[in-house]
């Protein structure tokens, strides 16, 4: 199956002081570049990967680890998906040696699409990645996607 291009997705982020507050620790910590990329399979599920590039690795470790995720659920959750917990079935064999990785998934009760995100931070780059679909996403293509993702920063 070939995946199709949703350049037209909404803004992920929920919005207000969040997301105001997510802009000025972004300026703070000196974001140089940001690159993203989205897409809807025929199923339905729609995925974005953005990379937000630092000036240095201690940098994008301080920024991950001090304001954008934890153990509990990210600071800044996508829009319309409040409850996240951390995903603890994620296979340690998936996770990479250098990388920093918080999985989380959409707690129930949640709306009409279940939204699975992660933050990783690999070198200068924190890659935020997020999928969604109508009646839950499934873990292994969230995986799949996430470990690829590691594999091509790493």
Not at 24 to 43: E, K
Not at 82 to 100: I, N
Not at 101 to 108: Q, R
Not at 119 to 147: E, H, N
Request: aromatic share 8%.
């Amino acid at each position: 199956m070939r995946a199709r291009d949703d350049t037209a997705a909404p803004p992920y982020f929920a919005g207000g002081d969040s997301r105001r507050e997510l802009a000025r620790q972004l300026t703070d910590h000196g974001l140089r570049h940001i690159a993203g990329r989205g897409w809807r399979t025929p199923d339905g599920t729609r995925t974005t990967i953005r990379l937000l590039r630092f000036g240095s690795a201690t940098v994008s470790e301080t920024l991950l680890t001090g304001s954008l995720a934890n153990t509990g659920a990210p600071a800044h959750p996508a829009r319309g998906a409040e409850y996240y917990e951390l995903d603890e079935t994620f296979p340690p064999r998936a996770r990479m040696k250098g990388v920093t990785l918080f999985p989380y998934t959409e707690s129930k009760p949640y709306g009409a699409e279940q939204v699975r995100q992660a933050y990783l931070v690999a070198g200068d780059t924190v890659a935020v990645i997020t999928q969604s679909r109508k009646g839950g996403v499934d873990a292994v293509p969230f995986r799949q996607a996430v470990t690829l993702q590691t594999e091509l920063l790493s």
